[in-house]
């Protein structure tokens, strides 16, 4: 896989902390604050390491679909057609995060089946009371329906096999873990700073960049 998908996925996690914020928010602060005390910081560790090894098994399960259509050079043109689509969800998810656009929230909404059967499993980890339980809690939090996480999913889509799919997710995921580990130490600042307009715009449009390079990157 070229790096620069490595490092596209990376980018898109950390530049996309405005949304993490806001879908995340509440989650966030429900396993922060139990009890009226906030958790210790290798919950917060074990959060966000079963969030990230759930969006790696998703990768790998994205990779291996995408996989059985390149197993012949005449599904190129299958190949191709994946990439590009990657590429153009990539730029609705950054006009979405520059305010721009809402197009790309049916992703979210696709994936809102899966959530209703997974939160009730969520809600009966709660409270949490070691690692073992905030490790269990993030690997269902993994699977939130976000319009970010699975537009970097298309891609994995489209990464060839399973091992590629993984590492997409995987850098997309360390990507992330900047805003949602502060976020559990600073949420209202955090909050604060994601709802800047500025900020958002500058964020969404450098995302939204990463697609069309890509897809120049296809034409060159």
């Not at 079963?50 to 050079?73: D, P």
């Not at 998810?93 to 520059?98: K, Q």
Request: net charge positive; aromatic share 8%.
């Amino acid at each position: 896989m070229p790096e620069i998908s490595l490092l596209t996925a990376f980018l898109a996690g950390l530049l996309g902390g405005a949304h993490c914020v806001g879908m995340c928010g509440g989650i966030v602060a429900a396993m922060s604050l139990q009890g009226g005390k906030r958790q210790p910081l290798p919950f917060h560790l074990g959060y966000n390491l079963g969030r990230v090894m759930s969006y790696t098994l998703a990768g790998t399960l994205a990779g291996l679909v995408g996989s059985a259509a390149f197993l012949s050079e005449r599904l190129l043109p299958v190949q191709t057609g994946l990439y590009v689509l990657a590429q153009i969800v990539l730029i609705l998810m950054g006009l979405y995060l520059a305010g721009l656009s809402r197009a790309v929230l049916w992703l979210e909404r696709a994936g809102g089946g899966l959530w209703q059967r997974l939160q009730p499993v969520f809600g009966r980890l709660l409270p949490i009371r070691d690692f073992p339980g905030a490790l269990a809690a993030g690997l269902v939090w993994g699977w939130l329906p976000c319009g970010l996480v699975y537009s970097v999913l298309v891609t994995a889509l489209a990464s060839g096999g399973p091992a590629s799919g993984a590492l997409l997710m995987l850098a997309f995921g360390l990507g992330t873990l900047p805003n949602l580990l502060a976020m559990g130490w600073a949420a209202e600042r955090l909050r604060a700073l994601a709802a800047n307009r500025t900020v958002k715009l500058i964020a969404g449009l450098t995302v939204a960049s990463l697609g069309v390079w890509g897809l120049i990157g296809l034409i060159r």
